[in-house]
């Protein structure tokens, strides 16, 4: 793979018509705010990151988590292009010096497929298909896919947000414009942390597009010279090398999560101030733990003490990435490095950032508040789903036709074949938001009832 060839302002659904000359912003930046003015942005910010969404005290939602992963993204990017510009001056003709919007973008993304309660409604969806209600749908598989494919069922059945991503930005949904997003080649490509189907997702539930949206994975990949990693018997491309940003994209989201989870948990008094700051702290020798203790001072405010150390552990965090990735660029130009780049970091970031996600562990995820969202999370997707897939099935039936009522037209559910009907079930459901899912539950449960 080269530079030359993975940064592409190309957009999918588009053809290279000339931009407007009064339009002074790259390509890459359009891509940024395309999504940031999207609806499907907006909806985020009722959307559960880790802890229920907030009462008096704010802590992340999937929104607020977005736009930090994309501003670490944006440095991410901005210093690799810097280092990568340095070694090759060649590539200052290019568009790599975009790098920086590129990677801010496809963080800004990176969440979007995700259904309502995270986690917790990703295994509802995939569990209903594979040992619950759902599962005798199963019947409906035939060898020549009329009415339900294999390879529709394996994506029902490992259902992830991530795949979900993809489509979201790329599906042409009924009446909207072709292309989805119609984002940029490389933008899109950044997004794909999994870069293979569903079938190949054996391990662990996780992969970077359904079957409807691998036609459109591959041609990026082909057009960004995306390196093929394994083809099938028919030597059709099944598994890529990742675009080299996911990596950048990934090292994003690792670093906010894991460190604005722990911020989080000291919010909620889940972890004291003694806690916290031996967290952060040990991401420093010694001395320079002790320089920054006293740099701001016992005197000063805890809450802000422990901001503070979270700032200069992400800002030591993002400047060894940037030297990970730019010390083992021939590797990920080759398809060939393994891991992430936060599996190489030195050994005291290393053993910091995994005794943080020790902690996250037992004291965060598993505390009452979270696990009581994924159990009502997990039954108000699962009632949902049953009852719109049953709706489906059986469209003639009057109270298939109340519920089918409520989907928009852009979803859709009265498509001649079976398997249509089921994704626009997936993409109806994975849109909403927390709260709108538990409104519409309450409503078909009888509990609560429309104000006049």
Same mark, same amino acid.
């Given at each position: 793979?080269?530079?030359?060839?993975?940064?592409?302002?190309?957009?999918?659904?588009?053809?290279?018509?000339?931009?407007?000359?009064?339009?002074? &912003?790259?390509?890459?930046?359009?891509?940024?705010?395309?999504?940031?003015?999207?609806?499907?942005?907006?909806?985020?910010?009722?959307?559960?990151?880790?802890?229920?969404?907030?009462?008096?005290?704010?802590?992340?939602?999937?929104?607020?988590?977005?736009?930090?992963?994309?501003?670490?993204?944006?440095?991410?990017?901005?210093?690799?292009?810097?280092?990568?510009?340095?070694?090759?001056?060649?590539?200052?003709?290019?568009?790599?010096?975009?790098?920086?919007?590129?990677?801010?973008?496809?963080?800004?993304?990176?969440?979007?497929?995700?259904?309502?309660?995270?986690?917790?409604?990703?295994?509802?969806?995939?569990?209903?298909?594979?040992?619950?209600?759902?599962?005798?749908?199963?019947?409906?598989?035939?060898?020549?896919?009329?009415?339900?494919?294999?390879?529709?069922?394996?994506?029902?059945?490992?259902?992830?947000?991530?795949?979900?991503?993809?489509?979201?930005?790329?599906?042409?949904?009924?009446?909207?414009?072709?292309?989805?997003?119609?984002?940029?080649?490389?933008?899109?490509?950044?997004?794909?942390?999994?870069?293979?189907?569903?079938?190949?997702?054996?391990?662990?539930?996780?992969?970077?597009?359904?079957?409807?949206?691998?036609?459109?994975?591959?041609?990026?990949?082909?057009?960004?010279?995306?390196?093929?990693?394994?083809?099938?018997?028919?030597?059709?491309?099944?598994?890529?090398?990742?675009?080299?940003?996911?990596?950048?994209?990934?090292?994003?989201?690792?670093?906010?999560?894991?460190?604005?989870?722990?911020?989080?948990?000291?919010?909620?008094?889940?972890?004291?101030?003694?806690?916290?700051?031996?967290?952060?702290?040990?991401?420093?020798?010694?001395?320079?733990?002790?320089?920054?203790?006293?740099?701001?001072?016992?005197?000063?405010?805890?809450?802000? &003490?422990?901001?503070?150390?979270?700032?200069?552990?992400?800002?030591?965090?993002?400047?060894?990435?940037?030297?990970?990735?730019?010390?083992?660029?021939?590797?990920?130009?080759?398809?060939?490095?393994?891991?992430?780049?936060?599996?190489?970091?030195?050994?005291?970031?290393?053993?910091?950032?995994?005794?943080?996600?020790?902690?996250?562990?037992?004291?965060?995820?598993?505390?009452?508040?979270?696990?009581?969202?994924?159990?009502?999370?997990?039954?108000?997707?699962?009632?949902?789903?049953?009852?719109?897939?049953?709706?489906?099935?059986?469209?003639?039936?009057?109270?298939?036709?109340?519920?089918?009522?409520?989907?928009?037209?852009?979803?859709?559910?009265?498509?001649? &074949?079976?398997?249509?009907?089921?994704?626009?079930?997936?993409?109806?459901?994975?849109?909403?938001?927390?709260?709108?899912?538990?409104?519409?539950?309450?409503?078909?449960?009888?509990?609560?009832?429309?104000?006049?």
């Amino acid at each position: 793979m080269n530079w030359q060839t993975l940064i592409s302002s190309r957009r999918y659904g588009k053809s290279n018509a000339p931009r407007p000359l009064e339009e002074r &912003r790259t390509e890459f930046q359009r891509d940024y705010d395309r999504l940031i003015f999207s609806a499907a942005f907006r909806r985020m910010q009722n959307k559960t990151q880790v802890f229920p969404l907030p009462g008096s005290i704010f802590v992340h939602n999937r929104l607020t988590h977005s736009l930090e992963v994309s501003s670490v993204g944006r440095s991410l990017g901005t210093d690799v292009a810097r280092e990568l510009v340095r070694l090759h001056p060649g590539l200052e003709q290019t568009e790599i010096t975009g790098m920086g919007a590129i990677v801010s973008a496809a963080c800004l993304a990176h969440d979007l497929g995700n259904p309502p309660f995270g986690h917790s409604g990703e295994r509802a969806i995939r569990t209903f298909f594979s040992e619950g209600e759902g599962s005798p749908l199963r019947r409906y598989v035939s060898p020549g896919g009329q009415e339900l494919s294999e390879q529709e069922w394996l994506d029902f059945t490992r259902f992830d947000g991530n795949a979900n991503t993809f489509r979201l930005l790329t599906h042409r949904f009924n009446g909207r414009r072709r292309g989805g997003f119609v984002m940029t080649y490389a933008t899109l490509a950044a997004v794909v942390k999994y870069p293979y189907g569903s079938e190949r997702a054996v391990a662990k539930p996780k992969f970077g597009f359904f079957e409807p949206e691998r036609h459109t994975y591959l041609t990026i990949a082909r057009e960004l010279g995306i390196e093929c990693l394994e083809a099938d018997a028919a030597g059709l491309s099944v598994r890529y090398a990742r675009h080299p940003l996911v990596y950048l994209v990934e090292a994003a989201d690792d670093i906010c999560y894991e460190i604005m989870d722990i911020e989080d948990a000291h919010k909620l008094r889940l972890l004291s101030d003694e806690q916290t700051a031996e967290l952060f702290l040990a991401f420093f020798e010694p001395g320079e733990a002790s320089r920054l203790t006293e740099s701001y001072g016992y005197e000063t405010d805890t809450d802000d &003490r422990i901001v503070y150390y979270r700032s200069c552990v992400i800002n030591a965090l993002e400047r060894a990435c940037v030297r990970t990735f730019v010390e083992h660029e021939a590797e990920i130009l080759a398809g060939t490095f393994q891991g992430s780049l936060i599996d190489h970091l030195p050994p005291r970031l290393l053993g910091a950032y995994r005794h943080c996600e020790e902690v996250a562990a037992t004291r965060i995820y598993r505390c009452k508040e979270v696990t009581d969202v994924d159990l009502a999370g997990y039954r108000i997707i699962y009632t949902l789903l049953s009852l719109f897939t049953d709706a489906v099935l059986y469209p003639a039936k009057a109270y298939s036709q109340l519920l089918l009522a409520q989907v928009p037209s852009q979803y859709e559910v009265h498509h001649p &074949r079976l398997g249509h009907r089921l994704m626009a079930v997936l993409d109806f459901l994975s849109g909403m938001t927390d709260i709108y899912a538990l409104d519409l539950y309450r409503k078909i449960n009888g509990h609560s009832l429309p104000s006049v």
